[in-house]
C-alpha cells in the first residue's frame, strides 16, 4: 500500500538522518556563535564608528535581532509536518503537511472535528510528540534536532497547560499551590508577583483557603493561575471548557483572555466548539489532517457575547 510505502521510506530517511544530527548540532552551535558574533561586531562598531553613528533605534534594532533571531515574531513556525500514527497492521497518517506560522502574543484556537488531529498538533507544537517529517521551530528553537533530555527542558523553561482537571494538591492553600507552579518557572522569565496572579484570577480573598473549601470554578482558576506563575511563553488549552458547564465555561474563557491581554502570553486553545473560535485572533480549521482554512479575526468578540452551544 502507497501509505506504507511512504512512511517506511521515511523511516529509512530519518535513521539516516539520525547519525547525522550530532554533527549538525554541533555545526549549528558553531554557526549560531559566528552569527552572534557578527552581530555583536555590528553593535560594536555602531556604538564606536565617528563616521556613521547609528541611531538609539538602529541600535535596538540590532539588539533585538540579536535577541530574537526570529524577525518576523512567529513563536511557532512549523513547516510540513507529517506525523503517523502506527497501531499493530494499521497506520493512519494523521497530520499531513502542515505549514503553520503563529504570532507572538496572540489567541489561537483551534477548531477540527473529533479525531481531525488537533491534540496531535498540540502535542507536536509542545514537544511531546515528534513528527516523521518536517520542522518544527518553538520560541526559536528546532524541536526536531532536541533529543528527551533537551525537550523536557524547553517544556519546563517554555510551556504551561490547562487540563481539565484541576490536578491540586489538597493539602496546599490557593498561595501553595499557585506556588508549585511559580517553582517551575525558567530563570530567563520574568517573574509575575503572586499579588498580581491572585488578582487577575480573582482569588485576592481566598489566597489562604485550600481547595476543598472552593467551588469547582475557583478551583479551575487556582490551576490556571498555577499555570501562569510560570510565566509561560506559551499556554495551551485542549478542550478547555470541554467537562464544564457553561458559566464555568465562559469564567475559564474569560480568565485566559485577561492573562493574554495582561501578560502578552501567547495562548492555544484547541477545541470542537466554532463560537469559541471568535474570541481569539486567528483561528486554524483542521480537517482530516490537513488545515483546511485559515482566518483571522479582525476584533475579538467579548466571552460575554458569544453563543455557547
Ligand atoms: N497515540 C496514538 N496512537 C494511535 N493513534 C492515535 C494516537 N493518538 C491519536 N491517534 C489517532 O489520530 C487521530 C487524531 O487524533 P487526535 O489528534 O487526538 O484528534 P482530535 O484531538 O482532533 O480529536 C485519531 O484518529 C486518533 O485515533
Ligand atoms: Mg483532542
Known sequence: MGIWKDYLE??????????????????RKDQISDWKKSLDDDINNAKTDTTKTATE?????????????NKKG???????????????????????DIDLNIQKGKVITIL????????????????????????????DKEL?????????QFRKDTLSFVFQSYNL???????????????????????IPMKEILSTLDLTYQAKKYPYQLSGGQNQRISIG??????????????????????????????????????????IIVTHNSNIAKLGDMVIYLKDG????????????PVSQIRWL
Open 169 to 191: 494538591i489538597p493539602t496546599l492553600t490557593v498561595r501553595e499551590n499557585i506556588k508549585v507552579g511559580e517553582n517551575l518557572r525558567s530563570k530567563h522569565a520574568k517573574e
Open 226 to 267: 498555577r499555570a501562569l506563575a510560570k510565566n509561560p511563553k506559551i499556554l495551551f488549552a485542549d478542550e478547555p471548557t470541554g467537562a464544564l458547564d457553561e458559566e464555568k465555561g465562559r469564567e475559564v474563557l474569560s480568565m485566559l483572555m485577561k492573562i493574554n491581554t495582561k501578560f502578552k502570553t501567547t495562548i
Open 10 to 27: 521515511i523511516r529509512k530517511e530519518n535513521k539516516r538522518k539520525r547519525f547525522m544530527i550530532k554533527s549538525i548540532k554541533s555545526y
Open 74 to 96: 512567529y513563536i511557532v513556525n512549523l513547516k510540513k509536518v507529517n506525523k503517523y500514527f502506527v497501531t499493530g497492521l494499521n497506520i493512519e497518517h494523521v497530520l499531513k
Open 144 to 152: 526536531m534536532l532536541m533529543d528527551e533530555t533537551e525537550l523536557t
Open 57 to 69: 533605534n538602529e541600535k535596538k534594532e540590532l539588539i533585538k535581532k540579536k535577541n530574537s533571531p
Open 112 to 139: 477540527g472535528q473529533s479525531g481531525s488531529g488537533k491534540t496531535t498538533l498540540l502535542n507536536i507544537i509542545s514537544g511531546l510528540l515528534t513528527p516523521e517529517t518536517g520542522s518544527v521551530v518553538v520560541n
Open 290 to 301: 490537513k488545515i483546511h482554512k485559515q482566518t483571522y479575526n479582525k476584533t475579538r468578540k
